[in-house]
């Protein structure tokens, strides 16, 4: 009898791997068994490689708030970690038909057309949820107690989701219309001495690095997206999280490698905008100053009592 159970076991879990497989859109690559890995736009390699870049603590006992679940890469690689409670919050992705969007995204991509916000889109369906099918798959194939939760985290009650010793807020700060109010209840529901793990698109401005400074995209200037807003430079980060609340801030990166193409870039750079050559010109205050876009990650360590 036992045989028996353990036979139709695996026959269910090959079934829900299989029905995971063939879902018509992933974003994240999740390893469901050895060897067998969905089809997400961000490969499990790139994935590996962010996990390590997030520098987190030992989450054995912990409880872990993933922000912005997504496909759930994170909170499941958290419950993988042996945290005792994780918890996957969403609305957003959950809420778009993800495969139809991304299809239509394509399109517009490509000829340079505009695209409307997914919330503003013929694909926003939020009773229906279609955007969680991947997640709920990965759930049933792996297994996994991951927690999830639809909620909008800018409008929702944060009292009863609670506080966690570990927050994960990834990829979600260049979308929020309000970035001080977004690490304020950000803060909020981080437990007391608990850590707050920041990952976001940011920018690097030359001259400007000792200033708090972001770049604004009113419209779909990023990626034809917009739903992106914000580009903070590190000093932001570090001045977001510290008005926020939080007791310590370290910037794990706070701008790009610095090859030695990019150190000569660096100087032509350090020539015409830091020196009189410019106004020479007559070119001085032209819009002409270069920035850099790249992904910066940040710790926010709460103190004795966590403020939102």
């Not at 859109?25 to 390590?52: D, M, Y």
């Not at 991509?109 to 926003?124: C, D, M, N, T, Y």
């Not at 794990?252 to 020539?271: E, Y």
Request: hydrophobic share 40%; net charge neutral.
């Amino acid at each position: 009898m036992r045989l028996g159970n353990e036979h139709n076991q695996m026959v269910d879990t090959n079934e829900m791997i299989h029905a995971a497989l063939n879902h018509p859109c992933w974003f994240h690559s999740i390893e469901l068994s050895p060897g067998i890995v969905t089809p997400g736009r961000k490969t499990a390699q790139n994935l590996e490689e962010e996990w390590r870049a997030l520098r987190l603590p030992d989450l054995r006992g912990k409880a872990v708030l993933d922000i912005g679940a997504y496909d759930g890469y994170f909170s499941f690689a958290a419950e993988r970690a042996g945290a005792a409670r994780v918890t996957a919050l969403d609305h957003y992705v959950w809420s778009v038909d993800m495969a139809e969007y991304m299809k239509e995204w394509n399109a517009t991509h490509l000829s340079g057309r505009f695209l409307p916000a997914p919330h503003k889109s013929r694909h926003w369906k939020p009773e229906e949820l279609p955007g969680r099918g991947p997640f709920d798959s990965a759930r049933l194939a792996l297994g996994s107690h991951v927690t999830p939760i639809v909620g909008d985290f800018m409008t929702m009650d944060l009292v009863p989701l609670g506080q966690f010793d570990v927050v994960l807020f990834l990829g979600v700060l260049y979308h929020m219309e309000n970035p001080l109010e977004a690490m304020r209840r950000l803060a909020a529901v981080t437990a007391p001495h608990g850590l707050a793990v920041i990952e976001t698109l940011a920018v690097d401005i030359p001259g400007l690095e000792n200033r708090a400074c972001c770049e604004f995209f009113p419209g779909s200037e990023l990626n034809n997206d917009e739903s992106n807003w914000w580009a903070p430079n590190a000093k932001a980060i570090e001045g977001l999280c510290m008005a926020s609340g939080f007791k310590t801030v370290t910037i794990l990166r706070d701008k790009p490698k610095r090859t030695l193409k990019s150190r000569a870039v660096g100087a032509i750079k350090h020539l015409l905008h830091e020196t009189p050559l410019m106004r020479a010109l007559g070119l001085e205050g032209r819009g002409y100053l270069p920035v850099t876009r790249y992904r910066a990650f940040a710790h926010a360590r709460a103190g004795e009592k966590s403020e939102g």
